[in-house]
C-alpha cells in the first residue's frame, strides 16, 4: 500500500503543477522575452547573428552617422560641393539600410529602427513642407511617421534638381527650416541605428547572445523572429510596396499604375536599393538556412528544396539587377524587365513563405495560442 | 436490461468530485490565461472580418466590453465549477460563452477547445456538486455519496473516444511509413537540454510516431483495467509531458492529464480527497451513503439521448470517408476529428478580384481584410478560401462592383514535400456555395511529388 500512497500524493499534485504551469506561463513565454540560453548552440543562428546581423547593423550606424555628419557639413556651408556629400552618404546609409530591413524584431522594434518609421514611402510630401515652413513638429511622432526617414530626406535631397534643392536649403524663405528638418531627419536615422547597433552589440544590450540562445522554431524562437521578419520583409515590402503598387496590381480605384509610389523616387535609385535588398535575403538564406534545409527530406517539384530555393534567388538577383533604371521611368514604359522580375518574385515569395517554412517547421505569422 | 442496469447502478461519487475539481481547475486557469495573453482583443476585436462555423454565420463579436466581460464571468463559471458552488449554472453559462466563442472565428480552432466544449457539456448533466463541494456546504441535504455509474462512465467512453480516434488517425502512411510530420518538428528542437541530442536522429522520428500511435491507441484500455491503471496513468503523465516539452501546445496536456483521472478506483479518489481535506485541516468525511434520487423515466430517456450522442461522436471523426482525395491536403471532415499535430501544412495564397462590368482585375491586399493569424489559417484550409472569398465578394459589391468575381492562387506545401497549387485558379469563388457535406470539387488533387 505504501507505493500506493505515495502515487496518490503524486497525482494529487497535478492540480498545483497546472498552477505552476500557469504561472510560468503567463510571465515567461512571451515572444518578446525569448528564453535565456540552453541546451546546444545553434550553429546557423551563431553565424546568421555574428557574421551578418550585428555587422549589418554597425554598418548602419557607421553610414548614418556619416550621412548626419554630412548634413551637418552642408547645413554649415551649403554648396554644390557638399549637397554633393550629402546626396552621396545619403544613398550609401539608405543601402545600408536595406540589409537591415529583414530584422525587424527584437532591438528593432523595440527601438522603432523599423520599415514604418524609417522607410515609409511614398513619402508624405505636404507635412514636410509644413514641417519646414514652420509647422510644429515631433520628429518621431507617430503621427509624422511618413514625413520622416529615407523617403524623406530622399525628397528634400533630390526632388527638384539640385539648383532648386540648393536653393531650398540656402535662398528660400524658409530656408532655415528646411535645414533644421533635414538635420531632424538624418539625426533621429543615426540616434536609433545606433541605439539597435549598440543594442546587438556584445558590448552594449548583448542581444546577440539572446539570439543565438533561442534556439527551436516556436514562437519567440530567433529562427521564427528571423523568416517570420524577412519572408514579411520579402512578401510585403519588396512585392506589394516597392514592386506591386506601383505597377498598379492593387486597388480598384486608384490608378493603375503608380510610378512616383517606387522606393527612392526623387533620387531614383531603385535599382539598388532592391539588390541590396534581395543580396541580404540571398545572404541570409546562405548563412544556415541552406543546411538546415538541405539536412531535411523537403523536396520541390521533386528537387531538393535546397537546390531550388539557391537557383531561384540567384535568378531573382538577375532579374533585379536587369530592372530598368530609373524604376519609375520603366514602369511608365511597360519594361518586360519589371514583369519578368514580378514573376520571380512571386516564385521566391512562395519558396520562402511556404516551402522554407515549411521545410523547417516554422509557422509564419506566427500567433502564440493555446497550441492544438 | 444488462446494459441499462449496468449504466444505472450506484457508484461512489468520489471520481466524478476529483473531476470536476481538477477539469475546473485547469479550465478557470486556462480562461485566466487567455484573457491575461490579450487574446480576447487579438481574436475578436482587433479583425475586422470573421470566419464563423458554417450554419452560425449569424453570430458576430459582441461590443469589447461585453467580450471581456463574457470571459471574465467565464473564468468565475470555470472557478465555481471546481469549488461546486452553484454548479449547474456555472456549467451552463460556461458551456455557453465558451461555445459562443468557438463559434465565432473557426481561425482559433484547436482539438482542446472542441475537448472543453463537450466535457463542459456532459458536465452540465452530471451531479458532480453533490460531494465535496461548496453547494453540499451551502445545502447539506444536497450531500450525496452514491450516483448512477453512467454519470462517471460518460467521461471514461468520451476520453475512450477521443484516444483511439487520435490513435487511428495516426495508421496513415505519412504518420507510420514517412514519419511526418515528426521529421520536420523533432530535428528543430534538437538543440533542447537533455532530450535535444537524440532528436536530431531520423529514428526518433519513426520511435514517437510508432510509440504516439501505440500510446493512443491503448491507453484508454490500460486505464480501464484495474491492475494496470497506475502504470497507464504513468504512461499518461510522460507522454503528454513530452508533449509539452516538444511543442508550443499550451494547455492541452494538463486538460488531459486532469481529464484521465477519472479512470482510477473509487478507492483512490476518496484517498485523494482524504489528503485534499488533511490540507483544509479537515478529518475524514462523515460515514455513511446518501443515495442521489433519480427519477426513472427522465434517467431513461438521458440515457437514450445519451446513446445518440455517443453515436454521433463515433461517427462524426469518420465523415472524412465521404470524401475524395486526401484528407490531410483537403481537410473535409478533419476538424472535430481527434487528428492532433499530424501535418506540417503551410501555404500563401493571391487572391484576385475582377469586376465583372468593366473587366479590371487586381490583386487583394490580404492584410487590409485578416489578420496574420487569420490569413495563415485561411492559406492552408479550403473552406475558409471559400469563406474569405465571399467576404471580398460582399465588400467590392459595396464599392460598386457589378458582379466582383474572386479567384485565387493559391500554393500549399503538405509535410515537406514542396509548393503545389491548392486551388483551382479558374474557379470563380465568389459564386461557389458553402454547404453541410458536399465535396468542394475546386481542390486540385494532392501529388506526392515523389516524397519519400
Known amino acids: 500500500m505504501k507505493s500506493k500512497n505515495i502515487f496518490l500524493k503524486a497525482a494529487s499534485v497535478i492540480v498545483c503543477l497546472a498552477l505552476v504551469f500557469f504561472s510560468c506561463s503567463k510571465s515567461g513565454d512571451k515572444p518578446s522575452n525569448p528564453a535565456p540560453p540552453t541546451g546546444t548552440p545553434d550553429a546557423a543562428l551563431t553565424n546568421l547573428g555574428t557574421n551578418i546581423i550585428l555587422p549589418a547593423y554597425q554598418q548602419l ?7 548626419d555628419a554630412a548634413v551637418t557639413a552642408f547645413n554649415a556651408g551649403p554648396t554644390t560641393g557638399t549637397l554633393t556629400d550629402v546626396q552621396t552618404a545619403f544613398k550609401t ?122 534556439t527551436g522554431v516556436d514562437a519567440g524562437s530567433s529562427l521564427s523572429l528571423l523568416v517570420n521578419a524577412f519572408v514579411q520583409d520579402f512578401d510585403v515590402n519588396l512585392q506589394n510596396y516597392k514592386i506591386g503598387i506601383p505597377i498598379g496590381l492593387y486597388g480598384p480605384s486608384v490608378l493603375p499604375k503608380s510610378p512616383t509610389k517606387v522606393e527612392g523616387y526623387y533620387s531614383g535609385f531603385s535599382d539598388q536599393l532592391l539588390i541590396r535588398q534581395v543580396q541580404t535575403i540571398q545572404n541570409i538564406y546562405l548563412g544556415g538556412l541552406d543546411d538546415k534545409v538541405a539536412a531535411t527530406s523537403a523536396l520541390n517539384n521533386g528537387q531538393p528544396l535546397n537546390d531550388v530555393i539557391k537557383a531561384e534567388l540567384t535568378t531573382l538577383l538577375t532579374k533585379i539587377q536587369a530592372l530598368p533604371d530609373p524604376l519609375s521611368t520603366g514602369i511608365i514604359n511597360n519594361s518586360p524587365a519589371i514583369s519578368d522580375a514580378y514573376t520571380e518574385i512571386r516564385k521566391t515569395t512562395v519558396l520562402l513563405k511556404v516551402d522554407l517554412s515549411s521545410a523547417l517547421g516554422i509557422k509564419i505569422s506566427f500567433q502564440d495560442d493555446d497550441g492544438d | 436490461m444488462t446494459a441499462i442496469k449496468y449504466l444505472t447502478r450506484y457508484r461512489n461519487i468520489a471520481p466524478l468530485a476529483v473531476f470536476r475539481m481538477a477539469f475546473g481547475a485547469v479550465l478557470f486557469f486556462s480562461s485566466c490565461r487567455f484573457i491575461a495573453k490579450g487574446w480576447i482583443n487579438d481574436f ?42 452553484f454548479y449547474r449554472i456555472a456549467t451552463i453559462l460556461f458551456f455557453l460563452i ?34 465535496c463541494s461548496l453547494d453540499v456546504l451551502r445545502k447539506p441535504a444536497w450531500l450525496t455519496t452514491q450516483v448512477p455509474s453512467w454519470t462517471i462512465l460518460i467521461f471514461k467512453y468520451q476520453l475512450l473516444i477521443i484516444y483511439c480516434c487520435a490513435g487511428l488517425s495516426k495508421l496513415t502512411n505519412e504518420w507510420l511509413v514517412r514519419a511526418m510530420p515528426l521529421k520536420i518538428w523533432l530535428p528543430a528542437k534538437a538543440n533542447i537540454p537533455v532530450l535535444g541530442p537524440f532528436l536530431k536522429y531520423e529514428w526518433t522520428a519513426y520511435l514517437f510516431s510508432w510509440a504516439s500511435a501505440l500510446f493512443d491507441l ?146 487583394v491586399n490580404n492584410a487590409e481584410f485578416l489578420t496574420p493569424y487569420q490569413e495563415r489559417m485561411v492559406e492552408t484550409q479550403p473552406d475558409m478560401i471559400l469563406q474569405y472569398a465571399h467576404v471580398l465578394k460582399q465588400h467590392y459589391q459595396t464599392r460598386g462592383f457589378s458582379d466582383p468575381q474572386v479567384t485565387v492562387e493559391s500554393y500549399v506545401s503538405l509535410n515537406g514535400t514542396g509548393s503545389q ?32
Not at chain 2, 479558374?426 to 501529388?447: C, G, M, R
Request: glycine fraction near 8%; proline fraction near 4%.
Open chain 2, 421 to 452: 497549387l491548392y486551388i483551382d485558379s479558374s474557379v470563380n469563388l465568389a459564386d461557389e456555395k458553402e454547404s453541410w457535406f458536399a465535396a468542394k470539387k475546386w481542390i486540385l488533387p494532392y501529388k506526392n511529388g515523389g516524397a519519400k
Open chain 1, 61 to 67: 550606424a557607421t553610414t548614418t552617422a556619416a550621412l
Open chain 1, 93 to 214: 546609409a539608405y543601402i545600408s539600410w536595406e540589409a537591415t530591413s529583414e530584422f525587424e524584431f527584437g532591438p528593432a522594434t523595440d527601438l522603432f529602427l523599423t520599415t514604418h518609421f524609417i522607410n515609409s514611402f511614398p513619402t508624405d510630401t505636404i507635412t514636410i513642407r509644413n514641417n519646414v515652413n514652420g509647422a510644429a513638429y515631433a520628429i518621431d511622432g507617430l503621427g509624422n511617421y511618413a514625413a520622416q526617414g529615407f523617403p524623406a530626406m530622399d525628397y528634400l535631397l533630390f526632388a527638384n534638381g539640385n539648383v532648386t534643392t540648393l536653393a531650398r536649403f540656402t535662398t528660400d524663405a524658409n530656408a532655415a527650416g528646411a535645414r533644421q528638418y533635414l538635420a531632424a531627419l538624418s539625426a533621429s536615422v543615426k540616434t536609433k541605428a545606433a541605439a539597435v547597433s549598440n543594442a546587438w552589440s556584445a558590448t552594449g544590450g548583448n542581444y546577440l547572445k539572446t539570439f543565438i540562445g533561442a
Open chain 2, 98 to 131: 465558451f461555445c459562443y466563442a468557438e463559434l465565432l472565428d473557426k481561425t482559433y480552432y484547436l482539438n482542446h477547445y472542441y475537448l472543453v466544449t463537450i466535457i463542459s457539456f456532459l458536465l452540465i448533466w452530471v451531479p458532480a456538486n453533490r460531494y
Open chain 2, 218 to 363: 491503448t491507453i484508454p484500455f490500460i486505464l480501464l483495467n484495474t491492475s494496470s491503471r497506475r502504470f497507464g496513468y504513468f504512461l499518461v503523465i510522460i507522454f503528454h509531458l513530452l508533449t509539452a516539452i516538444l511543442f508550443q501546445i499550451g494547455m492541452f496536456p494538463w486538460l488531459m492529464m486532469s481529464a484521465t483521472l477519472i479512470y482510477f478506483s473509487e478507492g483512490f479518489h476518496l484517498n485523494l480527497i482524504r489528503q485534499i481535506r488533511k490540507i483544509f485541516g479537515k478529518g475524514d468525511p462523515a460515514p455513511g451513503e446518501h443515495y442521489l434520487p433519480v427519477n426513472k423515466r427522465f434517467q431513461d430517456t438521458g440515457l437514450f439521448l445519451m446513446g445518440f450522442y455517443f453515436l454521433i461522436q463515433v461517427m462524426v471523426p469518420f465523415r472524412y470517408l465521404w470524401y475524395p482525395g486526401n484528407l490531410l491536403w483537403t481537410e473535409q471532415g478533419y476538424r472535430f476529428s481527434w487528428r492532433v499535430m499530424l501535418m506540417e501544412k503551410s501555404g500563401t495564397c493571391f487572391f484576385y478580384v475582377r469586376d465583372g462590368g468593366n473587366g479590371r482585375k487586381f490583386q
Open chain 2, 44 to 85: 475578436y476585436i482587433r479583425p475586422k472580418f470573421h470566419f464563423p462555423f458554417f450554419g452560425f454565420e449569424w453570430l458576430t463579436p459582441m461590443p469589447p466590453a461585453i467580450m471581456y466581460l463574457m470571459y471574465i464571468i467565464m473564468s468565475i463559471a470555470a472557478l465555481f465549477i471546481c469549488l461546486g458552488l
